[in-house]
């Protein structure tokens, strides 16, 4: 695929992305995409064959520019306890996000489709940043900045607490105190703010 391509995908993908926002899943046809970015419908085939196929891209390309912006913003010189407050930091303001949010679509595409638990996109992402916050758990109980006999469960838990949150956010609506709430009893597990 030559540049020209690779950028045309990329425009589809991200004025994609604002129609699902907008729309959720279930509601947006191949016709809604091809009037938002101002294409032809077999413009629009060149790349993509269905509206799942775009969608599940989109979601990937979120997935990698969100890693990319929080390696990003992590200080060179970062304790394990910083780097944790600092991914809780995000998840709020992910949470507490109103507009761009591609919550209601995902959670619309996972209901409706039920991918296989092998194939299924958003449980391996999932258990990559379980992954990931375990391993900043251990870290920190080796640095002595946390307290945890169980590293895994308390990373299950903690990304548990943030995936029930999401839904929070989207149904019965949470506020900023709450979040705070929510986060700090994580913490409080760790052994952060409990002085």
Not at 87 to 116: G, I
Not at 119 to 143: R, T, Y
Request: overall charge negative; hydrophobic content about 40%.
């Amino acid at each position: 695929m030559g540049e020209k391509s690779i950028q045309k995908k990329k425009y589809i993908l991200k004025t994609a992305k604002d129609v699902f926002t907008e729309k959720g899943f279930k509601n947006v046809t191949m016709k809604d995409i091809v009037e938002a970015c101002d294409i032809s419908r077999g413009g629009l085939y060149l790349y993509f064959e269905s509206t799942e196929q775009i969608f599940l891209e989109v979601l990937k390309m979120e997935n990698e520019e969100g890693e990319d912006s929080f390696s990003d913003s992590i200080p060179e010189d970062a304790t394990a306890a910083e780097i944790l407050l600092l991914f809780l930091k995000e998840q709020k303001k992910e949470l507490l996000r109103k507009k761009n949010s591609l919550t209601k679509a995902v959670y619309e595409y996972f209901f409706d489709n039920h991918p296989p638990r092998k194939s299924n996109p958003l449980k391996k992402q999932f258990d990559a940043s379980v992954l990931i916050v375990e391993k900043l758990i251990e870290a920190g109980v080796e640095n002595g900045e946390f307290v945890c006999d169980d590293c895994a469960g308390a990373a299950r838990n903690i990304m548990y607490v943030l995936e029930g949150l999401k839904i929070s956010a989207q149904t019965i609506g949470i506020t900023s105190d709450g979040v705070d709430k929510e986060l700090l009893f994580v913490l409080r597990g760790l052994g952060i703010g409990t002085d």
